[in-house]
């Protein structure tokens, strides 16, 4: 049985431009350790690319530095 809800594709939408606003304005806050950093980053872009939306690494390497 497969179920489909209405509104699915526009859900998805809105998480994709949530994270990747986020991925846009991402930078280190004060307190956070190098560990914290990554975590983050890295947790927002496998939300990504698991949506459809990856990041290429490139990019990735270019917005950490």
Do not use: P
Not at 8 to 20: C, E, G, M, Y
Not at 32 to 38: A, E, L, R
Request: net charge negative; charged share 30%; proline share 0%.
């Amino acid at each position: 049985m497969v179920v489909i809800h209405e509104g699915t594709s526009q859900v998805k939408r809105a998480k994709i431009d949530l994270l990747r606003f986020q991925y846009e304005n991402f930078s280190m806050n004060e307190n956070d350790s190098i560990d914290d950093m990554v975590t983050k980053f890295t947790k927002f872009t496998n939300d990504l690319a698991f949506l459809g939306d990856a990041i290429d690494n490139d990019q990735k390497v270019k917005k950490i530095i």
